[in-house]
Nanobody, 124 residues
Framework: QVQLVESGGGLVQAGGSLRLSCAAS????????MAWFRQTPGKEREFVAA????????LYDDSVKGRFTITRDNTKNMVYLQMNGLSPEDTAVYFC?????????????????WGRGTQVTVSS
């Protein structure tokens, strides 16, 4: 079992940056692929980025490629999402997710563990 807690959300102006953090507790974090998803009211939760257990491979949605970067620190059981060049369209609740797998997926139903989310609001 892995417990996930997100932090780092907030209000930022368009063009600004935020760094989200996801703290993981439980066993075998370093065996888990980790991902970030986001959701706005009335819409389905959508994939943002993912990284393999060792952090050597990453996957991004086209909408964030070149602006967002996912990283992890297995010594601290942490996953990060650096978000640059934010726009109002990035406003959402951001969720951290995990799966005991060496592969990474963009499908939300592939992930077994979820945090409760952190709100990101980008003003124009």
């Amino acid at each position: 079992q892995v417990q996930l807690v997100e932090s780092g959300g907030g209000l930022v102006q368009a063009g600004g940056s935020l760094r989200l953090s996801c703290a993981a507790s439980g066993r075998s974090f370093s065996n888990h692929a980790m991902a970030w998803f986001r959701q706005t009211p009335g819409k389905e939760r959508e994939f943002v980025a993912a990284t393999t257990p060792d952090g050597t491979r990453t996957l991004y949605d086209d909408s964030v490629k070149g602006r967002f970067t996912i990283t992890r620190d297995n010594t601290k059981n942490m996953v990060y999402l650096q978000m640059n060049g934010l726009s109002p369209e990035d406003t959402a609740v951001y969720f951290c997710a995990g799966r005991a797998d060496t592969n990474i997926w963009s499908y939300r139903d592939r992930y077994d563990y979820w945090g409760r989310g952190t709100q990101v609001t980008v003003s124009s």
